[in-house]
């Protein structure tokens, strides 16, 4: 039988996905999309921008997030912005808030050393799109573990779980992105205990009545 050989250059190569020898995963692109993002905001950077960075083709970033903002949401999670994460005890009662506070400073603080976490902080506040990421995180990772511990026998417990998660992140904001003093530079023990009691009233539930229908007066 002959064997008729097929030139070189009749053969296709696929230019989609990986580029040849570099194995590529889904991690390695979320950390190409935490840098570009740190540097350039939400709404400065590319989806196809990423690709390069991360040596890939586009399509391969569409098959792992779908989205820009999905690959945001796994960005900001390496970036280990959801800090919210397993502050809350998985059984029992909610600790104190100035326990609450010390717990979620002790990892800000470890994981804002990078300054990619302020940056992306940062970028969710300009653009709608990463700042809903940022709320799904909170959501996912704070709220919705908190209000299961919540004494919802005092009302509101939803309300008082996003108070509690909105008074956290406003802290984080003040302490690592906007680096306000005194409070940036304070000591995790101070700011746990000044902020704690605050976080205090909330988790009681103390002025918030028993209505879980309260609404906002219609505008005129």
């Not at 979620?104 to 300054?115: K, M, N, P, V, Y």
Request: proline letters at 6%; hydrophobic letters at 45%; a positive charge.
């Amino acid at each position: 039988m002959n064997l008729v050989a097929v030139p070189k250059s009749s053969v296709k190569k696929s230019k989609r996905g990986r580029r040849p020898g570099v194995p590529v995963t889904a991690l390695a692109i979320k950390r190409a999309a935490a840098r570009a993002f740190a540097e350039r905001g939400y709404g400065g950077v590319t989806m196809r921008e990423i690709a390069s960075t991360a040596g890939v083709d586009a399509a391969l970033i569409h098959h792992y997030f779908g989205t820009k903002r999905a690959l945001f949401e796994a960005a900001i999670e390496l970036s280990e912005i959801a800090q919210f994460r397993n502050v809350v005890p998985p059984k029992g009662d909610l600790p104190s808030g100035e326990a609450l506070v010390r717990v979620f400073l002790e990892r800000w603080d470890i994981a804002a050393e990078g300054d990619t976490l302020p940056a992306l902080l940062r970028a969710s506040a300009s653009d709608s799109s990463a700042a809903a990421a940022i709320d799904a995180l909170l959501e996912r990772d704070f709220i919705a573990p908190a209000i299961a511990r919540i004494d919802a026998t005092r009302g509101m417990p939803k309300l008082r779980a996003s108070l509690i998660g909105a008074q956290l992140l406003g802290l984080a904001w003040m302490r690592y992105v906007a680096r306000l003093e005194p409070i940036a530079s304070a000591s995790r023990r101070i700011v746990a205990k000044a902020f704690g009691p605050s976080l205090d009233t909330t988790l009681a539930g103390r002025d918030y009545g028993t209505t879980a229908n309260d609404r906002p007066p219609k505008s005129a």
